[in-house]
Nanobody, 132 residues
């Protein structure tokens, strides 16, 4: 079992940067792919980025490609999401979630809906607000 806790959200001006962290406790972190999802008010939860467990392959939604970077530090049981050039449309609650299936990681950028299948453990979310 894995417990996930997000941190690093906040209020930032357009063009600014934030780094989100997803800290995991429990066993087997290295065997899980970790994904980031976000949900804006009145919108469906959507996949943002994912990093696989095996070789650390990364995947991004088109809307964040070139601006966001996902990485993981297995020694610290933590996944990071570096967000640069933030836009007002990036405003949302950001969640990290884990899956044992690396194949799900590859399709995360095309995943949306209230309960994305196969992601067994979720954090509580962290609010990101991009506004001047």
């Amino acid at each position: 079992q894995v417990q996930l806790v997000e941190s690093g959200g906040g209020l930032v001006q357009p063009g600014g940067s934030l780094r989100l962290s997803c800290a995991a406790s429990g066993s087997g972190f290295v065997y899980y792919a970790i994904g980031w999802f976000r949900q804006a008010p009145g919108k469906e939860r959507e996949g943002v980025s994912c990093i696989s467990s095996d070789d650390g392959s990364t995947y991004y939604a088109d809307s964040v490609k070139g601006r966001f970077t996902i990485s993981r530090d297995n020694a610290k049981n933590t996944v990071y999401l570096q967000m640069n050039s933030l836009k007002p449309e990036d405003t949302a609650v950001y969640y990290c979630a884990s899956t044992i299936d690396d194949l799900l990681c590859t399709v995360l950028p095309r995943t949306s809906g209230p309960h994305p299948p196969g992601y067994d453990y979720w954090g509580q979310g962290t609010q990101v607000t991009v506004s001047s």
